[in-house]
C-alpha cells in the first residue's frame, strides 16, 4: 500500500481521535482547574472534622448502614468538588488533590503528636485494673455488650478480670487480661 492509500484508509480514524481528543471529556467545562485543587481541600478538611466528630468507634466499626451512610455522604460531596464539572481531567485533578492531601495529613500527623491527636484522637481507657469507667463508655457511645463482646474475645468473663480495656484510635477494643 502507499502512503496515500494508508492516509484514506486511516483518515476517518485520526479524525475520530482528533474530535474526541477535543471533546467535553477531556476538557474543563464549569470551573478552573484551582478551583477542583481548593474545593478538594476543602471537603477533605471538613469531612475529617466530620467523621472525628463521629468518635472513633463509628470509624472503626462499620456496620452495614455507616457504609451506607459513607457511600451517600461521598455522593452528597462530590458536587461540591466538581462543580458540575465530569470531564476527566477534573476527575483527576480532585483524584490526585485528595490522595495529596491525605499524603500531607499523614505526614503531618507523623510530625507532630497534637496534630496526631487532634486528627486521630486519643486511646480511651475503659477498665483499669477491673475498675469500669461508665462515662468514657457514655462519651464513646459504647453499650456494655460490645463491651463483654471483646473481653469474652480476650478470654475475660467479667470486668474484674480486667488489668485494661482501652479503646484504640482505630475503634478495636484491646484488653489485657490480669493475670493469675
Not at 475503634?171 to 487480661?177: L, R
Request: aromatic share 6%.
Amino acid at each position: 500500500m502507499c502512503p496515500l492509500q494508508l492516509n484514506l484508509l486511516f483518515s476517518p480514524l485520526l479524525a475520530d481521535v482528533a474530535a474526541e481528543a477535543s471533546s467535553p471529556m477531556w476538557q474543563l467545562t464549569t470551573v478552573p482547574w484551582w478551583q477542583f485543587i481548593a474545593r478538594g481541600i476543602i471537603v477533605y478538611i471538613f469531612l475529617i472534622v466530620l467523621l472525628r466528630l463521629t468518635g472513633k468507634r463509628q470509624v472503626g466499626q462499620l456496620a452495614p448502614f455507616d457504609l451506607v451512610l459513607l457511600l451517600v455522604l461521598s455522593n452528597a460531596v462530590q458536587n461540591a468538588m466538581n462543580g458540575g464539572d465530569n470531564s476527566v481531567t477534573g476527575g483527576a485533578i480532585s483524584a490526585i488533590t485528595l490522595v495529596g492531601m491525605n499524603w500531607l495529613v499523614g505526614l503531618l500527623t507523623f510530625k507532630s503528636k497534637t496534630l496526631a491527636a487532634m486528627v486521630e484522637g486519643r486511646p480511651e481507657v475503659l477498665i483499669h485494673n477491673g475498675k469500669l469507667y461508665n462515662e468514657c463508655l457514655d462519651h464513646e457511645k459504647i453499650t456494655h455488650h460490645e463491651l463483654m463482646t471483646a473481653l469474652r474475645a480476650a478470654g475475660c468473663s467479667s470486668i474484674e478480670d480486667v488489668r485494661a480495656a482501652v479503646l484504640e484510635n482505630d475503634g478495636s477494643i484491646s484488653v489485657i487480661p490480669k493475670e493469675k
